[in-house]
């Protein structure tokens, strides 16, 4: 074998288990490298019990309420499957609104309820003009409007 | 097609010829940022849910696919090197390592000052996307900490391009990482599934963007390579006879 196969080998060989020492990394971390916990997850009580942890998903349409003359309000987030209660009291991001996607980071309430302590929005790979959002909006559904309450993979809730 | 090869990767061959091919380059690359700025700060629509706010997407995606771009430039450039002993793809890794920082830079920057008011936080420590981003950053910082630690060119050349390679996998992990984990960042837009998700008005000036950056990237590398070429030379036979020649005749 030439040097130069040689040292095309070395490389090759460094490459590929490289690549085989990261795919077991990241497997062995796949769970703690998620930035958050999905709600059907957290119904079915696979959250973390004694410390924060963020829930993500979409706030279901004509579930946000705001007491007046405080900044506390009150949501549902759901996954399209399950819907989960959420709490906050705080200013929201700008994307925040109904059927938007959502990241909260807070802890389980007793009842139920995820306290969430900071609210961030995510949103969409989709960029469009205002009006074509408006054209497209007549024609396509609110998807968290058929959220299943009384599905039963929801049941499992261990508050 | 060789011999052009070779010839390209004779020093004094690439000194002469840099300089032409760095203004090709730089030119067309200029033409597209104009155009593509002027779009997309003024004719492109604005987004139906960030408002005007989205435009800032200008800067950050071509900076974000450059950050990644140049690095895999800077490995690739130092496994030739490694495997076919060229000088010439050394001097390239080299001088694409502080362009490529700059430019994650620019992408960790404009995503942070985006992510303020569309996300409600400057930075989330444990958002993947954002995260392996960093380390590329740290990826750029090592390799040319590495370099400059290293005093014999050849012993630097050879210890920076095994560092650059290992850090392909973090790459594959910025490229990838909006899929395999739940993030903060969105998907792709450009490359999504069903092609880009994206207003034809805002997708043209963005394309004009990341095409023009990238002719701006290699302009630039090609004129930091010349002068890295020049340094690396700066004891051989042709260095000392173009200095000493009589002006206009090199």
């Not at chain 1, 998620?34 to 349409?61: C, Q, W």
Request: proline share 4%; aromatic share 12%.
């Amino acid at each position: 074998m030439k040097p130069r196969q040689q040292r095309m080998l070395a490389v090759g060989l460094v490459a590929v288990g490289l690549a085989i020492a990261a795919t077991f990394t990241l497997r062995a971390f796949k769970d703690n490298m998620m930035f958050f916990v999905e709600i059907s997850d957290v119904m079915a009580g696979n959250y973390p019990k004694e410390r924060n942890f963020r829930i993500g998903g979409l706030v279901v349409a004509g579930t946000v309420e705001r007491e007046e003359g405080s900044l506390d309000m009150s949501f549902e987030v759901t996954d399209t499957r399950c819907a989960l209660p959420v709490t906050y009291s705080g200013v929201v991001p700008d994307l925040f609104r109904e059927g938007q996607g959502v990241v909260a980071h807070g802890r389980m309430g007793g009842n139920g309820t995820f306290v969430a302590d900071k609210i961030m929005a995510k949103h969409d790979e989709e960029y469009m003009a205002p009006e074509v959002a408006e054209s497209l909006a007549k024609h396509v559904q609110d998807q968290t409007k058929s959220v299943q309450y009384l599905s039963t993979e929801c049941n499992a809730n261990d508050s | 097609m060789w011999k052009w090869f070779h010839q390209l990767a004779s020093p004094p061959h690439f000194y002469r010829i840099a300089p032409i091919f760095s203004a090709v380059l730089l030119l067309p690359g200029l033409a597209l940022i104009a155009y593509g700025v002027y779009a997309g700060l003024f004719l492109a629509p604005m987004d139906y849910q960030q408002g005007d706010a989205f435009r800032i997407i200008y800067v950050h995606v071509p900076s974000a696919y450059l950050s990644m771009m140049a690095y895999m430039i800077m490995a690739v450039a130092g496994g030739i090197g490694l495997i076919w002993r060229m000088k010439l793809a050394h001097a390239v890794a080299a001088s694409a390592a502080p362009l490529g920082a700059w430019f994650t830079f620019l992408a960790l920057a404009t995503g942070s000052i985006w992510g303020r008011p569309m996300w409600g936080t400057w930075w989330e420590w444990a958002d993947p996307r954002m995260m392996s981003e960093l380390i590329l950053l740290f990826f750029y910082f090592g390799y040319m900490a590495l370099r400059a630690a290293i005093d014999d060119t050849a012993k630097a050349d050879k210890a920076s391009a095994v560092l650059a390679l290992v850090g392909v996998v973090n790459v594959i992990i910025v490229h990838y990482s909006v899929e395999w984990w739940s993030s903060l960042h969105q998907g792709q837009t450009i490359m999504a599934k069903d092609g880009p998700a994206m207003d034809p008005g805002m997708l043209y000036p963005l394309l004009a963007n990341i095409f023009g950056f990238t002719l701006l990237f290699g302009s630039l590398l090609l004129r930091r390579t010349r002068t890295e070429v020049l340094f690396r030379e700066r004891r051989t036979r042709w260095v000392k006879e173009m200095i000493l020649a009589p002006e206009g005749q090199s």
